[in-house]
Nanobody
């Protein structure tokens, strides 16, 4: 079974940068779309970015121009480069892939941006 493990979160000051990683056990096929979501306390989980198996990307308006999603299929790893971070980016960030019958989620990594 595929498992996803996020890492790279932490505490940064506004304007700083972080790079999140999502490493997969098992196989991730090139055709799989990979997603990054985030969830702040008391708020719904929201889609941040996605990348298709051929590298097509899409971003939430709130992060467009600041975040970049990428993937390395040889390493079964998806990345989220986060630049010009704002306090409103504070959330738990999750990666996701669609399984055969349901979504597979990572455990999440905390990102905290101080003002």
């Amino acid at each position: 079974q595929v498992q996803l493990v996020e890492s790279g979160g932490g505490l940064v000051q506004a304007g700083g940068s972080l790079r999140l990683s999502c490493a997969a056990s098992g196989s991730i096929f090139r055709r799989n779309v990979m997603y990054w979501y985030r969830q702040a306390p008391g708020k719904q989980r929201e889609l941040v970015a996605l990348i298709t198996g051929i590298g097509i990307t899409n971003y939430a308006d709130a992060v467009k121009g600041r975040f970049t999603i990428s993937r390395d299929n040889a390493k079964n790893t998806v990345y989220l480069q986060m630049n010009s971070l704002k306090p409103e980016d504070t959330a738990v960030y999750y990666c996701k892939v669609d399984g055969t019958t349901q979504a597979i989620w990572g455990q999440g990594t905390q990102v905290t941006v101080s003002s």
